[in-house]
């Protein structure tokens, strides 16, 4: 490609030796109109559904399908690259060969398969007569995987084939219609500038003490226990979390381009008052689990800036420049905490650490980890089938009183709609078969990730924490029951996973 013209105030000879050293000799050409569009609808996709209540409705969950297939379908489409596009001459790029070479299309659609196989070969049958309701068994073929026949609105295999259905759809879609670190960039840009704006009105809720989500809509939770407009704070922490460790890897990104660059500015600062926002917000939601999770990844972050800035100290930047810039973030962090009152979350890890099992909501939970365990043991292989979990539950769950009738009230027995646990309620659900599956493909996406060296690459490395992190929170609640959190972190593994390799390639040439 012919460079570009140069400014008139600098000399051709003195812009390309500064381009060369800078490594961007090669002037970029823009995105295809077809890339931009799997960008925007993705883009609008995951920025919907935080604010569609975290995606829990069926409503919300029938828009997601419908714009994941929107992008899955445009990314299949062939594309003609011509003029400035092809700046080395005209051709076309066949997408469907990169789709067919993906092993995770291939296992997600065998995973879907096996939800299938469930709901088409109910062992038990959902039955009601006023206020009562109980399963009653029913004909299947009993080599086959089983699942339940019980209502689409509460929860059964077909509502969970349409939300596992969506993640694989977007997932394999960023896959094959994702060939540029630009797209992937400004995905995660939108991702993360969404998550900022969603922090903000959460912060200000509770600051002025909102009673409702979004001040005015009465009908979505009556018990407080919302943040901005996720019903559930626990899963506000959870995807306020993700958001900000992958914020913090497009600040790593920036702040290296510029320095390597010698920019005199750069959007990292940006996205550091981003990442402050959301650690606020995280504070704020007043989960223990998410709270601790956002200190170690504070405290592994801090620890590999010091270190890189160490390491590279010979690039003419002072590392007490980003000491002094951690600190002040830090500052910033402590004085928004204290002055928002987010000393009640520590106050509950306190407790917490102090009294251990003693803490009714964390007894109460593992009592419901170690019924769902009895559970699963009982159809260990294939499970009790997609969404069985809160139907057949209460069969296990009565063994424990604790977990079961209300204190002082033994006519009225709790509802468990999820373990708290995903692994184990994933276990009772789908069996080893099921498990084996979803393994099996996330053994895949590691061996790709470890292929590419993304263990070299600080900025790759803090997005991969950022997977491991919110998977290490689905052992103590359950977060990937939210489809909004399920979705970011399935976009966010295709999305690693195209940098890496797209990073490799450049490295190459």
Not at 46 to 58: D, E, K, Q, S, Y
Not at 380 to 403: K, L
Request: glycine share 8%; proline share 5%.
């Amino acid at each position: 490609m012919p460079p570009s013209r140069p400014p008139r105030t600098a000399s051709p000879s003195a812009d390309s030796s500064l381009q060369a050293f800078r490594g961007d000799l090669r002037a970029a050409t823009g995105l295809h109109p077809l890339e931009t569009t799997v960008v925007v609808i993705t883009g609008v996709l995951l920025c919907f559904m935080p604010w569609a209540f975290g995606t829990m409705a069926v409503w919300s969950q029938l828009i997601s399908l419908g714009l994941a297939l929107s992008v899955f379908v445009v990314a299949l489409i062939n594309r003609h690259y011509r003029g400035h596009l092809a700046p080395e001459g005209d051709f076309k790029l066949i997408m469907w060969p990169k789709l067919v070479r993906f092993p995770l299309f291939w296992l997600g659609l065998v995973f879907l398969g096996y939800i299938l196989t469930q709901a088409l070969n109910p062992a038990w049958t959902y039955m009601t007569e006023d206020r009562v309701w109980w399963l009653d068994p029913t004909e299947h073929i009993s080599w086959l995987p089983a699942g339940m026949k019980t209502p689409f609105a509460d929860m059964n295999p077909w509502r969970v084939l349409l939300i596992y259905s969506a993640a694989w759809l977007l997932g394999s879609a960023l896959w094959v219609g994702i060939t540029r670190r630009a797209a992937v960039q400004l995905l995660f840009t939108v991702i993360v500038s969404n998550g900022a704006v969603f922090a903000i009105i959460g912060i200000l809720q509770n600051v002025t003490g909102a009673k409702y989500v979004l001040w005015s809509l009465k009908g979505v939770n009556n018990t407080g226990n919302f943040f901005a407009t996720i019903i559930y704070k626990n899963h506000a922490g959870a995807y306020l979390n993700l958001v900000l460790m992958l914020c913090t890897g497009l600040l790593y990104w920036h702040f290296s381009r510029a320095e390597r660059r010698m920019e005199r500015t750069s959007p990292a600062p940006v996205f550091g008052f981003f990442g402050v926002l959301l650690g606020i917000g995280v504070l704020l939601t007043g989960s223990r689990a998410a709270t601790l999770l956002l200190m170690a990844f504070t405290l592994i972050a801090f620890i590999g800036f010091i270190v890189r800035c160490t390491l590279y100290r010979s690039e003419g930047r002072s590392p007490w420049v980003i000491t002094v810039l951690c600190a002040v973030f830090a500052l910033f962090i402590g004085l928004g905490a204290y002055f928002l009152n987010t000393g009640q979350a520590f106050d509950r890890i306190g407790q917490l650490l102090e009294s251990g099992k003693s803490d009714s909501s964390v007894s109460s939970r593992l009592l419901a980890r170690q019924a769902t365990w009895e559970m699963a043991q009982d159809n260990i292989v294939t499970g009790w089938g997609a969404g069985s979990f809160r139907h057949y539950f209460p069969v296990y769950q009565r063994n424990y009183q604790e977990i079961y009738t209300y204190p002082g009230r033994p006519d009225l027995k709790f509802r468990w709609e999820y373990a708290h646990n995903d692994y184990v309620q994933l276990l009772a659900e789908l069996g080893l078969i099921g498990a084996g599956i979803l393994l099996a493909m996330l053994v895949c996406g590691a061996v790709h990730l470890i292929r590419k060296r993304v263990y070299l690459k600080p900025h790759l490395m803090f997005i991969v924490l950022a997977l491991v992190i919110t998977a290490a929170h689905a052992w103590v609640d359950f977060p990937f029951q939210n489809p909004a959190i399920l979705m970011l972190w399935c976009a966010s593994a295709a999305l690693v996973g195209r940098w890496a390799e797209l990073e490799a390639r450049s490295a190459r040439r």
